[in-house]
C-alpha cells in the first residue's frame, strides 16, 4: 500500500511538473510556417546538415489508417494520407489515423532539438504581424522505445478560428501552435526535444529509454475542435477536406522523420528487457480486468 501510494505521488508530481511546463509556454509567440531562426520551435529545412539519418520504414502492425484516408502503406515515397474524420464518426468515438515509423539506428536525447517531422503545408493568409499563416493539417506526436508504450509530447493551440478562408481551405496562425507536426511548410520540418519528455511516468518507470527512441507516431487530429491541445484548447485546422485527408506523410530522406541525434546502437539485452516490462504490464492491466469482471459476476450471483 504504501509504495502504490508512492508512486501514485511520484505520478502526480510529474503531472503537475508537465502542465507548469505547458502553461509558461502557453503565451509564448512560436516560429512561422518558415522561420528557421525561431529561438523556441525553428522550422528546420529538410536539406539541414544536421540530419544524420531518416526514418525508413512505416510499421504496419502500428498502422491504422483512418476510413477517409489511404488504403495501403505507401513506403516508396508516396503519400500516406491518415484521414479526416466527419462529425458523425468524431461523434462515435471512430479513431483517428495513425502511423508509426522506425529507423536504421534510433534517436536519442541529445543537445538542443532530436528530431523533426515533415508535412506538406502551404503559406495561406497573413497575421496581424505580417507572418504568412499556413494550410495546416495537424498531428500529435508520440514515441516510443519499445513499441509498446508510448509517450505523447505536450501540446499548444490557441486558434479559435482561421486567418483567412473557411471550413476545409483555410489559412491558420501558426505562431500560436506549439509541439504539433504539420506546423510549417512543406520543406520545412518541426522540431522536437525529447528532453521535454524526461519528466513523464514511462521514464521514471523504466518503459521508455529517451537515448533510444525506436518508433515515432503520427496521431492525425481531425481540426473541427473536438479533439484537444495539453491545456484544453480545442485544435483547429483545415477540415473537413475533401477525398483523402488528414496528416500527409511521406517516407524517405528530406520527407518524413529527420533524425538530428542519432541513438548509440542499444544492446539487445537492454532491448529485450524493455520490451518484456511493456507486455508484462500489458499483461498485468488484462489479468486485472479479468478479476475485475469475474468479481462482478460472483456479487451477481450472490445477489
Known amino acids: 500500500m504504501i509504495q502504490k501510494l508512492k508512486t501514485l505521488f511520484i505520478a502526480s508530481i510529474f503531472a503537475v511538473a508537465s502542465i507548469q511546463s505547458g502553461r509558461a509556454k502557453a503565451d509564448l509567440v512560436f516560429s512561422g510556417p518558415t522561420e528557421t531562426t525561431h529561438a523556441i520551435d525553428p522550422a528546420i ?4 546538415s544536421r540530419f544524420r539519418e531518416w526514418a525508413n520504414f512505416i510499421d504496419p502492425t502500428r498502422t491504422s489508417f483512418a ?8 513506403q516508396t515515397g508516396g503519400f500516406n494520407s491518415l484521414g479526416d474524420l466527419d462529425a458523425t464518426q468524431i461523434a462515435n468515438g ?32 497573413t497575421n496581424s504581424n505580417g507572418v504568412p499563416g499556413l494550410f495546416a493539417e495537424f498531428a ?8 509498446i508504450d508510448f509517450a505523447r509530447f505536450d501540446s499548444i ?4 478560428g482561421p486567418i483567412q478562408g473557411s471550413g476545409a481551405f483555410a489559412g491558420y496562425d501558426v505562431t500560436n501552435v506549439y509541439n504539433l507536426a504539420g506546423k510549417h511548410a512543406a520543406g520545412f520540418g518541426t522540431p522536437f526535444d525529447l528532453a521535454e519528455l524526461t519528466s513523464h511516468t514511462l521514464v521514471s518507470g523504466g518503459l ?4 533510444n ?8 487530429i481531425p481540426g473541427n475542435g473536438a479533439f484537444v491541445d495539453s491545456l484544453g484548447n480545442p485544435i483547429r485546422d483545415n477540415w473537413l477536406t475533401t477525398g483523402t485527408g488528414g496528416f500527409d506523410f511521406r517516407l524517405g ?15 539487445p539485452s537492454s532491448l529485450a528487457l524493455l520490451t518484456i516490462a511493456g507486455l508484462g504490464g500489458v499483461a498485468f492491466r488484462r489479468r486485472r480486468h479479468a478479476r475485475s469482471r469475474d468479481m462482478e459476476g460472483k456479487a451477481t450471483e450472490s445477489v
Open 67 to 74: 476510413p477517409r484516408g489511404s488504403s495501403v502503406i505507401n
Open 157 to 160: 493551440s490557441r486558434n479559435t
Open 45 to 48: 529545412a529538410a536539406n539541414d
Open 140 to 147: 500529435y506526436v508520440d514515441v516510443s522505445t519499445n513499441g
Open 253 to 267: 530522406t528530406g520527407l518524413g522523420v529527420g533524425v538530428m541525434n542519432v541513438s548509440a546502437v542499444p544492446e
Open 213 to 220: 527512441i525506436q518508433y515515432v507516431r503520427l496521431f492525425d
Open 208 to 211: 521508455l529509454d529517451l537515448n
Open 94 to 125: 471512430l479513431s483517428p489515423g495513425f502511423l508509426t515509423v522506425t529507423f536504421p539506428t534510433g534517436i536519442r536525447n541529445g543537445l538542443g532539438h532530436d528530431f523533426a517531422v515533415f508535412e506538406n503545408g502551404f503559406t495561406f493568409g
